[in-house]
């Protein structure tokens, strides 16, 4: 069985891979004479020009919540900082060193499937933060906002801040791209199958009136654009990719029934079970082919309609940056968190200067310090001795 099958605390089978991409509207961008971007610089180029022969849409839709504050801040904080790896990976003598990988671990910036090829120590990434070997009040970070800033909300629908309706908004030629990931490949496909007819749930369910009339139009995807310049450290752009598709859980009733559900999982996500759900979820009489891979399936030899493959067999994988353990934008501590949020979005409008939210950003770091390693399991002690293993203490 090839499907990853993470154990505990319980079972979370994850038989497809995700990647994010950008998803744009080709009869625009073809109108307007712009290619898909491969720069940061590109995009902002493109936008400028297709708001200004088309000053009815938006260049871009995204939403504020997962998309720009999590996917692409996490996409773009690793051309600045990916060494970061180098300093928070567990090294001779830690309690989570494993000679078999981190003894023949070196850290290679080219190499975008880093990850899964080192262990983390946690303990060394807050001491390095504490000893301001990692800091974030610097010039690196200032440009990323200002590269950011570029974009959003300049160019951006004016939902931005408001809602996650750029899906739809993409459907109604209101925006001309948007980030999304290879889930929405095959459920793009069946939307612009159907776009003139679509039922009244599948309206009601994208929030689009009923009155609506829409208009198929050709698509396509791009990988993420870099952002490029003196300051960006890491030229080739990764994206976010991991593992998705069905979660499943066991409800723990007792040692007999949990082993009778786990060997069903086991059945359920290799080769014979995942094609016969497959196969069963096609022939649904409730929903007929609303089966759609959420990316490329991972458990060999289960085969998936020709339109769907080819459509996954297009996924380029760039490398995974998703680690929150990377991420300094975001807090563990919801009030500093949502002030986070805000700081960022007055940098992006212009109400405070890049570095302004730089400077922010490290003293909101010192200031809570010590909150933020307590949420992480850890002490001062954990911080000063990486031997040290903090869930044995």
């Known amino acids: 069985m090839s499907c990853l099958l993470i154990a505990s605390p319980s079972p979370e089978p994850r038989c497809q891979r995700k990647n994010i991409l950008w998803f744009y509207n080709k009869d625009i961008l073809d109108k307007v004479g712009v290619a898909p971007p491969k720069t940061w610089d590109e995009l902002e180029a493109a936008c400028e020009k297709i708001e200004a022969a088309m000053p009815e849409i938006s260049c871009v839709g995204a939403n504020y919540i997962w998309k720009l504050n999590q996917w692409i801040l996490e996409i773009y904080w690793d051309q600045y900082a990916r060494d970061i790896i180098d300093i928070a990976r567990c090294k001779a003598g830690d309690y989570c060193y494993d000679e078999e990988v981190d003894g023949k671990f070196v850290f290679d910036p080219n190499n975008v499937m880093v990850e899964g090829t080192y262990n983390k120590n946690f303990s060394r990434y807050y001491a390095a933060i504490r000893d301001g070997q990692i800091k974030f009040d610097t010039p690196e970070m200032a440009d990323m906002v200002r590269n950011l800033a570029k974009i959003y909300p300049k160019y951006a629908s004016p939902s931005l801040f408001v809602d996650s309706t750029e899906y739809s908004q993409f459907l109604q030629q209101q925006v001309a791209m948007i980030i999304d990931g290879t889930w929405s490949l095959g459920g793009l496909t069946r939307d612009m199958r159907s776009l ?20 198929p139009f050709t698509w396509g995807t791009f990988e993420n654009p870099a952002m490029t310049g003196p300051l960006v450290r890491f030229p080739n752009v990764r994206s976010i990719e991991s593992a998705t598709g069905v979660y499943a859980s066991i409800i723990d009733k007792s040692a007999e029934q949990t082993e009778l559900a786990l060997d069903f999982l086991m059945f359920w996500f290799s080769q014979p079970g995942y094609q016969a759900y497959v196969d069963g979820d096609l022939r649904d009489p409730v929903t007929p082919g609303g089966y759609s891979p959420a990316g490329p399936v991972m458990v060999k030899g289960v085969q998936i309609p020709e339109e769907y493959q080819k459509l996954m067999d297009s996924v380029q994988m760039m490398g995974n940056v998703e680690n929150g353990l990377f991420l300094p934008h975001r807090f563990p501590i919801e009030n500093l968190d949502k002030e986070a949020m805000n700081k960022l979005k007055d940098a992006l409008e212009g109400k405070i200067t890049p570095e302004d939210y730089a400077a922010w950003l490290q003293k909101a770091w010192m200031d809570n310090f010590n909150e933020i390693i307590t949420k992480a399991g850890l002490t001062q002690e954990d911080l000063d001795n990486p031997a040290r293993d903090p869930a044995a203490n």
């Open 196 to 215: 003139t007819n679509l039922t009244a749930e599948r309206m009601k369910q994208l929030g689009i009136s009923e009155t609506t009339k829409l208009q």
